[in-house]
T-cell receptor
Framework: EDQVTQSPEALRLQEGESSSLNCSYT??????LFWYRQDPGKGPEFLFT???AGEEKEKERLKATLTKKESFLHITAPKPEDSATYLC?????????????FGTGTRLTVIP | ETGVTQTPRHLVMGMTNKKSLKCEQH?????MYWYKQSAKKPLELMFV???????ENNSVPSRFSPECPNSSHLFLHLHTLQPEDSALYLC????????????????FGPGTRLTVT
């Protein structure tokens, strides 16, 4: 069964303290892996799409990487405005045309 | 307006009421989606539309009735809901449906926070 697991569930960092969020997945053929950011009371905001193992994408202080079993979202020198819930989602080749399987997210808090 | 908009942002309804949620996308996309987000649970896909045609219904109870009059607008009609239906309802759109090895990112609206009393 297709599955997405994110860890940790919650993470508190001091401003400037770099860390990584993990997204482990099991799908029968990965079509794409997506990272989203969600602020309280708002919809998810698209960050990255990764398609194949070894691929990396960067945006400001965020860098997403992908292996055959997991993805990492690295946050370098985070700032308080990076505080949000980060969601990972995968789309498998064999499932319905656009069924994204989401994880439950990592709630990141960056303390000034 | 830009991106994906949803109205109302908050809705409180009784179990016998009938209400509708509205979504509009200003991105020129062809596919639209409804998701349900409950606390501590992953987003659940409810319905998918492509060029106004419904392509997926993930075993959603009939008290939720979607309508897609064109590629830019999507509605979710609600009637005789249960308290467990209280959640954040999110609308999303994408350029197209995934095909072969190609996947399209989905862009989300701000959601409607629904409370059923």
């Amino acid at each position: 069964e297709d599955q997405v697991t994110q860890s940790p569930e919650a993470l508190r960092l001091q401003e400037g303290e770099s860390s990584s969020l993990n997204c482990s997945y099991t799908v029968s053929g990965l079509r794409g892996l997506f990272w989203y950011r969600q602020d309280p009371g708002k919809g998810p905001e698209f960050l990255f799409t990764l398609y194949s193992a070894g691929e990396e994408k960067e945006k400001e202080r965020l860098k997403a990487t992908l292996t055959k079993k997991e993805s990492f979202l690295h946050i370098t020198a985070p700032k308080p405005e990076d505080s949000a819930t980060y969601l990972c989602a995968v789309q498998a080749e064999q499932t319905g045309a656009n069924n994204l399987f989401f994880g439950t997210g990592t709630r990141l808090t960056v303390i000034p | 307006e830009t991106g994906v908009t949803q109205t109302p942002r908050h809705l409180v309804m009784g179990m016998t009421n009938k209400k509708s949620l509205k979504c509009e996308q200003h991105l020129g996309h062809n596919a639209m989606y409804w998701y349900k987000q409950s606390a501590k649970k992953p987003l659940e896909l409810m319905f998918v539309y492509n060029f106004k045609e419904q392509t997926e219904n993930n075993s959603v109870p009939s008290r939720f009735s979607p309508e897609c009059p064109n590629s830019s607008h999507l509605f979710l009609h609600l009637h005789t809901l249960q308290p467990e239906d209280s959640a954040l309802y999110l609308c999303a759109s994408s350029q197209s449906l995934a095909g072969g090895t190609r996947s399209y990112e989905q862009y989300f609206g701000p959601g409607t926070r629904l409370t059923v009393t």
